[in-house]
C-alpha cells in the first residue's frame, strides 16, 4: 500500500463514488483493481480466499452487515454476491456501499444496470509509469487549450522499446528481465489453461488458442480480417479452425479483457461516405504481444520479425508503440468521458489512429514512430480537418521525438512521454 502509484482512474472514483453506491472496477488480471479499491474500503472480502468465498457463498447478504465501503474482490468467485449486492442497493441507494472488482464475464447474472456502475480499468498507461505531471493533457486539448502544447522529454526510442516489453501490469513491471518474462509467460498460459475454463470455454486443443493469440498479437494496431488472423495463426495447416470456433475466442477473451478492440468511428454527421467498420486490434498490454510473438528489444529494434507475417506494410514496432500509445489516450479520455475510435475509408487511402470525441468536439490522433516530423505525416490530419472544419477542436501527432511544439499549419506534434490525462 505504502508503494501505491496514484492512477487515473482513482480520480474518477473520487468523482463517483460518493453519489454511486456500487462500481465495478473492470479489467484484466493483474492491472491493479483491488490495490485501488482498497485503499479506499472499511472492508475488504477477497472473495479468491476460498475460506471467504464459502462464507459469502452460504449467505451472500452478510456483506450488508460489513462496514461500508465494502471491497468483493474478484466477485465472480461467488457470483450469488452480484445479485446480492443489487438488491442491497435497491433497498438502499446510499452511496459509496461497495466496490467490486472482477477479470471474467458476468454471464448468468442480473445487468446490473442503474445499480452497478461499471468504470475500466487498464494497465498502466505510460503518464502513470512515469508518476510525474504530463504537461499536455487530453483534457485540456478537449478543452481548445491550445497554449499548453510545450515540454522536453529525455527518454528515447531504446526507453519507448523498454516500457513496451515491460508491461503495465503493476506487478510485473517491477521484476528483473528474466523474472518478468517468465511472469509474462505464465500470465499467458494462465489465459488458455485456466481462465477459458473459468470463463465456460472448454479448452480441447489449447495449442490452437495459443495460434490464435499469437495470430492477433501479429495483428497489433491493423484491421486484419478474422481470416487473415486465422490464416496467418494456422499457415501451413489444412485443418484450419472453423470461423465459429475463433469467433468464441474472440468473443471470450475480449470479455476477460485480454483482447482489446478499438472500434471504428461512426460520424454523428454526415462528413464521410465509404468508412470503413472494422476494428483495430488491441491486446490488453503490448507486452504480452511481445511475448506471444517471441520478440524481445533487440528484435524490435532491429526491425526483426522473426519470420512472422505481418497483415500491414508497417513495422512490428511501430505497431506496438501505437498499442502503448492506445493505453494512455484510452485512460486519458476515459476520465474526460470521451470516446475513442479510429478512423480509416474502405479503400484505405486516409486512416487516423485515433479519434476523441467530447462534449466540446473532436481532438484526433495520428501516431508516428519517429523523432521528427513531416508534411507527409500530417496529410491525414489535414485532409480530416478540411472535413469536420470546427468541429475539430485540435489535431496531434504523437512521436517519439523530444519536444512538444505546434507546427505553422496548426497541427500539435507531442512526445508519448508528454502525454497525459
Not at 472514483?13 to 491493479?32: Q, R, S, T
Not at 510525474?132 to 487549450?145: I, N, Q, T
Not at 506471444?292 to 506494410?313: M, S, V, Y
Not at 472544419?389 to 507531442?414: E, H, N, Q, S, W
Amino acid at each position: 500500500m505504502n508503494s501505491y502509484a496514484p492512477r487515473v482512474v482513482d480520480g474518477e472514483l473520487d468523482a463517483l463514488f460518493g453519489d454511486l453506491p456500487a462500481i465495478l472496477l473492470d479489467g484484466a488480471k493483474a492491472v491493479g483493481k483491488t490495490a485501488t479499491a482498497a485503499r479506499r474500503c472499511a472492508t475488504v472480502r477477497r472473495l479468491d480466499d476460498a475460506a471467504v468465498a464459502d462464507v459469502v457463498h452460504a449467505d451472500p447478504r452478510i456483506v450488508a452487515d460489513d462496514k461500508a465501503p465494502v471491497l468483493l474482490g474478484e466477485w465472480q468467485r461467488v457470483p450469488a454476491v452480484w445479485d446480492a449486492v443489487r438488491r442491497l442497493v435497491d433497498e438502499q441507494p446510499t452511496g459509496g456501499r461497495f466496490l467490486l472488482t472482477g477479470s471474467a464475464p458476468n454471464a448468468g447474472t442480473h445487468s446490473g444496470a442503474g445499480r452497478i456502475v461499471t468504470l475500466r480499468m487498464r494497465p498502466l498507461c505510460l503518464a502513470e509509469r512515469l508518476a510525474a505531471d504530463a504537461p499536455v493533457s487530453v483534457a485540456r486539448l478537449l478543452a481548445g487549450d491550445h497554449e499548453q502544447v510545450r515540454g522536453h522529454s529525455e527518454l528515447t526510442l531504446a526507453d519507448y522499446v523498454d516500457e513496451i516489453i515491460v508491461s503495465g501490469f503493476p506487478g510485473i513491471r517491477a521484476l528483473g528481465d528474466r523474472a518478468c518474462t517468465a511472469a509474462l509467460d505464465s500470465y499467458l498460459d494462465r489465459i488458455v489453461d485456466h481462465d477459458l475454463a473459468e470463463a465456460g470455454f472448454t479448452v480441447r486443443r489449447p495449442a490452437a488458442v495459443r495460434a490464435w493469440l499469437r495470430a492477433y498479437a501479429a495483428g497489433t494496431a491493423t484491421t486484419a480480417s478474422w481470416e487473415q488472423l486465422r490464416d496467418s495463426a494456422t499457415a501451413g495447416l489444412d485443418n484450419k479452425p472453423a470461423k465459429t470456433t475463433t469467433s468464441n475466442y474472440t468473443e471470450l477473451l475480449t470479455q476477460l479483457r485480454i483482447l482489446d478492440p478499438l472500434e471504428a468511428w461512426l460520424p454523428g454527421r454526415n462528413h464521410f461516405t465509404r468508412l470503413a467498420s472494422s476494428p483495430k486490434h488491441h491486446i490488453a498490454d503490448p507486452a504480452l504481444a511481445v511475448r506471444l510473438l517471441q520478440r524481445n528489444k533487440t528484435h524490435l529494434l532491429r526491425g526483426d520479425r522473426g519470420g512472422i507475417a505481418l497483415p500491414n506494410d508497417g513495422s512490428l514496432l511501430g505497431n506496438l508503440f501505437e498499442s502503448l500509445v492506445a493505453l494512455t489516450v484510452r485512460t486519458a479520455a476515459q476520465a474526460t468521458g470521451a470516446h475513442v475510435a479510429h478512423l480509416r475509408t474502405r479503400n484505405g487511402d486516409h486512416e487516423v489512429d485515433f479519434i476523441v470525441e467530447g462534449d466540446n468536439g473532436i481532438v484526433a490522433f495520428e501516431v508516428k514512430l519517429s523523432g521528427s516530423i513531416d508534411d507527409d505525416d500530417v496529410k491525414h490530419l489535414v485532409w480530416l480537418r478540411e472535413r469536420l472544419g470546427g468541429d475539430l477542436v485540435d489535431a496531434v501527432v504523437i512521436t517519439t521525438g523530444p519536444t512538444a511544439y505546434r507546427r505553422k499549419d496548426g497541427i500539435a506534434v507531442v512526445p508519448l512521454a508528454l502525454l497525459g490525462a
